[in-house]
C-alpha cells in the first residue's frame, strides 16, 4: 500500500466516532485506491501501542471479521455501547457515516 492511500485510509479511520463502526469496504470507498482488503491488511499491520481506532472497522453485513483479535474488538465496541443481534450482527443504526 502505497504512503498516500495509508495516509487517507488512517485519517478516516481515526475520525470514526466512538461507538460508530464502518466497513473495510467504506474505507476503501473514501481512499483513493484502496480495496476492503488492502484496509484489513493495514489494520493487521498497525504497530504495537497505536492509538488508531482498529475495532471501529467491521466486515459488511456489520459483522466481525475472522481474526485473532474479534473477542476483543467485540468488547471494545459493547464498552462503546454498540450491540449485536442475536446473529452477531451490529444494527445499521450503529454505522457511520
Same mark, same amino acid.
Given at each position: %500500500?502505497?504512503?498516500?492511500?495509508? &495516509?487517507?485510509? @488512517? $485519517?478516516?479511520?481515526?475520525?470514526?466516532? &466512538? +461507538?460508530?463502526? $464502518? $466497513?473495510?469496504?467504506?474505507? =476503501?470507498? %473514501?481512499?483513493?485506491?484502496?480495496?476492503?482488503?488492502?484496509?484489513? =491488511? /493495514? *489494520?493487521? /499491520? *498497525? !504497530?504495537? +501501542?497505536? @492509538? /488508531? !481506532?482498529?475495532?471501529?472497522?467491521?466486515?459488511?453485513?456489520?459483522? /466481525?471479521?475472522?481474526?485473532?483479535?474479534?473477542?476483543?474488538?467485540?468488547? %471494545?465496541?459493547?464498552? &462503546?455501547?454498540?450491540?449485536?443481534?442475536?446473529?452477531?450482527?451490529?444494527?445499521?443504526?450503529?454505522?457511520? !457515516?
Amino acid at each position: %500500500m502505497r504512503d498516500a492511500i495509508r &495516509e487517507q485510509a @488512517t $485519517t478516516i479511520i481515526a475520525r470514526i466516532p &466512538e +461507538g460508530r463502526v $464502518t $466497513t473495510y469496504g467504506a474505507i =476503501a470507498k %473514501m481512499t483513493e485506491g484502496a480495496t476492503a482488503r488492502s484496509i484489513g =491488511a /493495514l *489494520l493487521r /499491520l *498497525l !504497530p504495537e +501501542g497505536h @492509538t /488508531l !481506532p482498529w475495532h471501529r472497522v467491521v466486515a459488511a453485513g456489520g459483522r /466481525l471479521a475472522d481474526h485473532e483479535g474479534a473477542r476483543v474488538q467485540r468488547e %471494545m465496541l459493547s464498552a &462503546e455501547g454498540v450491540v449485536f443481534d442475536a446473529r452477531g450482527r451490529i444494527p445499521e443504526r450503529f454505522f457511520w !457515516p
